[in-house]
Every structure is written in C-alpha cells, then in structure tokens.
C-alpha cells in the first residue's frame, strides 16, 4: 500500500515522516499488557492497581451540587476566557488561608488554568527561544520540558537522589548549562518520589534563580495533601514572588481530575505573560466549574479528609510492605510511596532477579497482581499510588489485608 502523503508531512518534533512508526513500547502500555496477561491467567483473582495516579473517588457532594447549581445560570454559559472573578477570589483566599500566603491581589498575581498540565504547556511559549535550556527534575513530570523542546528549547535534568532527600543539588549544573538555563520546574511534594520541600530549600531556590537570572515554576499539584500541618507554598518564602509562580491544582486536592481546574499564582509579570499566551490558546474553563471551584476552595475541610485517607492509607500499605521486608518509609505528602527495587525475590522456590524497576514492576503484576509504576530514571525504584480503588475503610482494610497476604510468600533481597 502506497503511504499517505500526510506522513511526510509530520512536523520534526514529533517525528518527521518516522512519526507512528516507532516499535518500542513505552512504560505504561508494558503495564497495561503484563496487566491484561496476568488477569487473563488469573481470572478469580483481583488486580490491586497502585499504579494510578488519581484520586479513586469523586468529588465531594457539596462540590457536585455547587457545580450542578452554577450550570443552571445562564451567565455561565459563554467563553470564559482569562477566569471569573469570583474563582481569582477565592484562590486569593485559599491561598492565604491554607497556605499563609498574604497579600496577592486576584486582578494581578492569579489566573486560572485548565488544569496544571495545561498550564506547564503554555509556559514554555512566554520564555523559552531556540537554544534556551529548561532546567527540570528527573524522574518527574515532564510537560514543561516536551513543550520547551517543541519550540527549539533543550531540557537539562537534574537527578532526584535519595542521599540529596529527592531534593534537586543545585550546585551539580554544569555552569555551561546554567549560562543557557531560563526557568527551573520543580514539584513538591513531588511525583514520583512523594518528597517534601523544605522552607531552607525553598531559600536556597529563591536565592539560585536571583543569582543565575532563571524563572520558579513551582507545581504545586500536590501541596495540599498534607499528612502533617499545612501546605508549604514556595510563594511563602522570602523573595519567591520576584522570581516565580506557582501552580495549584483541583485535580488532587478536591478529587476533581476531570474537571480540568487550576491556578496560576505569583509574579505579576509572569503571571501575564501567561495570560497573554493563554488567551491565544484555550477560551477558558467553564464558568460553572469555576463557581464551583470557588465553592470548594471555601471548603479547605474537604481536602483534609481526602490527606486524612491516604495517611492512614500509608500507615497501612508501609508497615505490610516493611513486615515484608521491603524498605517503605511514609512521605509527608501526596499519595505517592517510592520505595528502592530489591535486587532479587523468591516466590514459590523461584528466584528472580531485577537490575531494573521495569523488570521489578512486571514481576509484581505477573506473580503478585499488585501493579505499580517503575522509575529507571535516576535509581531503580518502583511507585505504589494509595489511589487504590476501595470504598470505606472495611474495604481499604480487605485490600491491605489482600496485599499482606499476597507478599507473605515472597522474600526479597538487597
Ligand atoms: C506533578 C504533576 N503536575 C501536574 C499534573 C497535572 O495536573 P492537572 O490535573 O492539574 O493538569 C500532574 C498529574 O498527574 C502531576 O503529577
């Protein structure tokens, strides 16, 4: 068959005329097939999944009725475009009141976004030109860098250790790197290693971008399930306002990720030309849904009981995979545990070996139908989500109870 002529056409960035052509097969399909293998092979037995990355409830009642009220106003139908007022309020207020940061002004520091994700696309148009460098983390989100290379950027990935407490080593930038280098993403507490920030290591970043002249982006899409206390802002730190933004999000905090609702918050300069590049992109979420964000932002309560869960969540899922000698140790956040691979496990007189998470991660699906997501990235660990599906606390106990049962007949060495 002749090919298309559309195949020559596909622009360099995501291809060329290779686009579609490739063979391998990426990270989440390998799951997604070990997955339906194992499944096929097992059919009485239930697929625990700790490899999603969302909520496993829905929205809050209050928040689903505030959303139903708000689509019968007719004032709510049209393009949205840069955000209501009424939404830019009360993420002023959320912001000082869940995060104790004062004084931003919702007509100048806040514009909403569609989601973080889409925010993280936008981004890279306001300053990233040919040849600049994009400084991320690595293992982690990766939007802002896809996008800064779309458009002719290049990314520099700075590794997430353990020995560093996942927390970027500045100082470890190439200073050829750093000389090109125009913005710094990081995300805490963070996806995947469920590390926090500290407020010393928000200082040091403030102080880093003053000297090296880069842009803060600071996804927060987690910040607010906390364990312990409140969320730590980075726009709380001294000086953060003059050299960045950060991102919230309704996705976690309010179980809302199909509701496509986030934040932009922080340097007025920024915050436009984020603006100015948004409204050439997207005509703004639905006004309903902001009203109904608004509402829910009131609501900070919410979002405790939602970090509530995954803690006890997390209590459980660490002590069962320590008890089984697995090395667990409970973030103060997210809903993210990051736990090192072992080098080999025996199950049923079997040993297996693993040099990789992949490998780790695949064999957990195959032997054990407890699914997670490996990271190769920077160290070999694998990430469980507490995001498994279980309603009430009877049946988030059966599944623990399930998971304890299931590794009992393994035994893992370091
Ligand atoms: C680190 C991080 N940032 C951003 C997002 C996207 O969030 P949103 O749903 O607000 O687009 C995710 C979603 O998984 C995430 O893990």
Request: proline share 5%; net charge neutral; hydrophobic share 40%.
């Amino acid at each position: 068959m002749t090919e298309s002529y559309i195949q020559n056409l596909f622009a360099d960035r995501i291809g060329g005329n290779s686009y579609g052509k490739g063979t391998e097969i990426y990270k989440f399909e390998k799951i997604k097939r070990a997955k339906r293998a194992a499944m096929a092979a097992n059919p009485s037995v239930e697929m625990i999944d700790m490899g999603v990355g969302e909520p496993d409830e829905m929205a809050f009642p209050e928040s689903i009725e505030a959303l139903h009220r708000a689509s019968l106003k007719p004032d709510n139908r049209g393009y949205a475009d840069n955000g209501s007022d009424a939404f830019k309020e009360a993420a002023v207020r959320w912001m000082k009141n869940v995060c104790g940061v004062d004084g931003l002004l919702p007509g100048k520091h806040i514009c909403h976004s569609i989601g973080s994700k889409a925010a993280l696309s936008i981004l890279p148009n306001c300053f990233i030109n040919p040849g600049d460098i994009a400084l991320m983390t690595t293992p982690g989100y990766p939007v802002f860098g896809t996008h800064s290379k779309y458009i002719g950027g290049e990314v520099y990935n700075i590794p997430l250790l353990e020995k560093n407490a996942f927390l970027p080593d500045l100082t470890s930038i190439p200073a050829d790197k750093l000389a090109r280098a125009k913005t710094l993403v990081i995300n805490y507490p963070n996806n995947p290693t469920g590390a926090s920030a500290t407020l010393a290591f928000f200082r040091d970043v403030v102080a880093f971008a003053k000297k090296h002249n880069l842009i803060v982006i600071h996804d927060a899409a987690y910040a607010a399930l906390v364990f312990e206390g409140r969320p730590l802002s980075f726009l709380e730190t001294p000086g953060a306002m003059d050299v960045g933004i950060e991102l919230q999000s309704m996705s976690k905090t309010f179980n809302m990720t199909g509701w496509r609702l986030g934040f932009v918050a922080g340097n007025d300069l920024i915050v436009k030309a984020y603006a100015d590049v948004k409204d050439n992109t997207d005509s703004g979420q639905y006004l309903a849904i902001q009203e109904a964000c608004a509402h829910s932002l009131d609501h900070p309560e919410i979002t405790q009981k939602i970090a509530a869960k995954y803690s006890r969540r997390m209590d459980g899922l660490v002590g069962i995979l320590n008890k089984h000698g697995l090395r667990a140790q409970k973030p103060k956040g997210s809903f993210f545990l990051y736990v090192k691979i072992p080098t080999a496990a025996t199950r049923n007189g079997q040993r297996a070996t693993f040099d990789k998470a992949e490998q780790f991660s695949q064999w957990m699906i195959t032997e054990n139908l407890i699914s997670t997501v490996p990271w190769d990235d920077a160290g070999a660990y694998v990430r469980f989500s507490v995001t498994f599906i279980a309603k009430g606390e009877d049946q988030e106990k059966r599944v623990l109870g399930e998971i304890d049962k299931r590794l009992a007949s393994s035994k893992f060495e370091f």
